[in-house]
């Protein structure tokens, strides 16, 4: 590039103080990452010390360390709801014993054991923890055979090995697949040898038959169908079934290229699908991978309001604010178009033709406001909707990235990992399956801090209640 095509990109970037820290700001987040530093690194290489610098300083530091210091201002107010909500189960508990003890007659006896000793305070609140737990869904008993033959087939099909190997095999399908699949990359559709790949194809869907039925018949129908892989497993397997025939039926006999609205490739590769998918099944055998997608449910399930309201409230906002200010240009080539005696160069909004992205309307608004909480080329958007409305614009875009990608994305990963952690603790390993199961997540988080209520705190809070009248 000449100077002056230099110089023009130069004031582009740092044309006065609002772009210069736009053009920063944007850094932070690394979208315009070289582009921001090429004008200044063709010129001297010293210069790139200068951007280096600031994203390290910036992006490594600085947002690392915002981040931790939300999270630990949201973790400290979270420990104080959940020490909150601990206090007032304890004390609503300990309430309930206190109203029952002072009555002279209690129906039945509630409060008595067979030993005509009364509970106390402790065991009446253990009794309450008791009924708080889950039930345990228990499965149905597996048929029991007579013959020691089947005995021994029940015994050989019904072990975990014998899923182990039905993993290895869908494993197998799968690696099948892509060799084919790589194997024709470079030829044409005529050239393929879709036979051979469909032929595989049944192979694999005879074993998972076999596999399906051989389970049935150790678990019985009932046990089979209790456990959610297992009904996950025998659709797909169904499904397949069906197709194969479908393959073998009409198409492996006449091979015709067409048969309706799908060829022999393309039911080959729906066949592929289906048989990728049935490989989740190894998911619940893979403890990480297991505990990370129950923790990652768990959350969502919990951050799921903040979200709705927030993207709402953004979406609503933007749409007042913005609604019908980029009018898209149709056909017409975008590229160097002259806009207000100046000239859109490549990357800006009409070049990429970004028309899509705007807030006519709620579900644009909400795509925009993805696409902008992801960065990557949010300077785009940034810069756009500054020039097309008010340069003021970009506060709101700017709000948006704070608290979308800094502080509920950060957010939400850091808390991620914590309970992930925690779930991963090998002490969790040593406490009893049903005392893990019923206990909530968030206290099984805060478990080393959260402090039990003392007998005096209760008793002094019970006394203070209005209505109750309890004896000193």
């Known amino acids: 590039l000449s100077d002056g095509q230099q110089d023009k990109e130069w004031v582009g970037y740092f044309r006065n103080l609002p772009d210069s820290l736009t ?46 210091i939300i999270y630990n201002q949201f973790r400290g107010y979270l420990l104080k709801s959940v020490q909150s909500s601990l206090f007032r189960r304890r004390l609503g508990i300990r309430a309930a014993f ?28 253990r009794l309450f923890e008791e009924l708080d737990k889950d039930a345990i869904k228990q499965h149905p008993p597996s048929p029991e055979y007579r013959s020691h033959f089947m005995r021994k087939m029940q015994f050989a099909f019904g072990h975990p090995y014998f899923g182990y190997l039905g993993n290895v095999v869908a494993l197998a399908n799968i690696v099948s697949i892509c060799v084919v699949l790589v194997l024709d990359a470079d030829k044409q559709p005529s050239e393929r040898d879709d036979f051979f790949l469909g032929t595989i194809n049944c192979f694999f869907i005879i074993y998972y038959l076999m596999e399906m039925l051989l389970k049935i018949l ?39 290229e067409f048969v309706g609205l799908l060829s ?25 991978v297991y505990l990370f997608l129950h923790t990652s449910d768990i959350f969502i399930d919990q951050t799921t309001n903040f979200v709705k309201v927030v993207f709402y409230a953004f979406a609503i906002t933007g749409i007042m604010l913005f609604k019908g200010t980029v009018v898209p240009m149709g056909n017409v080539s975008v590229i160097n178009t002259t806009y207000n005696n100046g000239t859109l160069q490549c ?21 925009t406001l993805w696409d902008v909480m992801v960065v990557n080329n949010w300077q ?61 997540t968030v206290e099984l988080m805060f478990r080393d801090v959260l402090e039990e209520p003392t007998e005096e705190e209760l008793m002094e809070k019970l006394h203070q209640h209005p209505h109750l009248h309890l004896c000193r």
């Open 23 to 68: 053009s920063l700001l944007v850094l932070l987040t690394t979208a315009n990452n070289p582009d921001v530093m090429i004008p200044a690194y063709s010129k001297n290489r010293a210069y790139s010390i200068f951007f280096i610098l600031f994203t390290v300083l910036g992006n490594l530091f600085l947002m690392n360390l915002l981040t931790a």
């Open 98 to 125: 206190e109203v029952l003890s002072s009555l002279k007659e209690t129906p039945a006896n509630s409060l008595k054991t067979c030993s005509c000793d009364q509970l106390s305070a402790a065991q009446f609140q």
């Open 218 to 256: 150790a678990m019985g129908l009932k046990r089979y169908l209790s456990y959610p892989s297992n009904r996950f497993d025998g659709l797909l397997t169904t499904i397949l079934l069906w197709w194969a025939v479908s393959l073998m039926c009409y198409f492996f006999p006449r091979r015709p």
């Open 264 to 288: 022999l490739w393309d039911m080959v590769r729906l066949a592929n699908m289906l048989i990728v998918f049935r490989f989740l099944r190894i998911i619940p055998n893979m403890k990480v």
């Open 347 to 367: 990357g800006t909004y009409e070049q990429l033709e970004y028309w899509p992205n705007n807030f006519d309307d709620f579900a644009a608004a909400l795509v």
């Open 380 to 440: 785009v958007f940034l810069e756009a909707f500054s020039r097309y409305s008010s340069p003021w614009a970009k506060i709101y875009f700017v709000a948006w990235w704070l608290i979308s990608s800094v502080i509920w994305v950060n957010l939400f990963v850091a808390l991620l990992l914590e309970n992930f952690i925690h779930k991963w603790d090998r002490r969790c390993h040593r406490e009893s399956l049903s005392d893990i199961e019923y206990q909530r």
